[in-house]
């Protein structure tokens, strides 16, 4: 669905996080986000909803690694699917503010698609 063929996109999200101990926390999140599909396809978009369930492992010096599993909601070319998908990636907190970078692998029928989210948010 990605790769050479789409643009940098756009994401917005949200996410409640429950903390299991000072280390660990459970964090349920959802995001929406688009690609721009460049080349034959120029003017098509993709559309991406992650429902992903994280273990978030928390460092005493602001830092955190975070993997998980969900489901994605694909729809793109006037289809839409939803396929199982997880992510890997770590962050830094500094007060409200975080930012943070996730490697998120989706798997469909016959391939799978690899996005890159670059995060920065704040949590209240």
Not at 24 to 35: G, N, P, Y
Not at 46 to 61: E, Q
């Amino acid at each position: 669905m990605l790769g050479e063929n789409s643009s940098v996109g756009w994401a917005l999200g949200g996410s409640w996080q429950r903390r299991l101990n000072d280390l660990l926390a459970l964090r349920l999140s959802v995001d929406l986000s688009r690609h721009a599909y460049k080349g034959p396809l120029e003017g098509e978009q993709l559309h991406l909803l992650p429902v992903m369930a994280n273990l978030v492992h928390y460092s005493p010096r602001g830092f955190y690694a975070l993997a998980g599993l969900g489901l994605v909601r694909a729809a793109y070319l006037g289809t839409s699917e939803i396929d199982p998908t997880w992510d890997i990636g770590g962050g830094f907190n500094l007060n409200s503010w975080f930012v943070e970078v996730r490697y998120q692998s989706s798997h469909y029928d016959g391939g799978s698609t690899v996005t890159l989210p670059i995060v920065v948010g704040w949590r209240f």
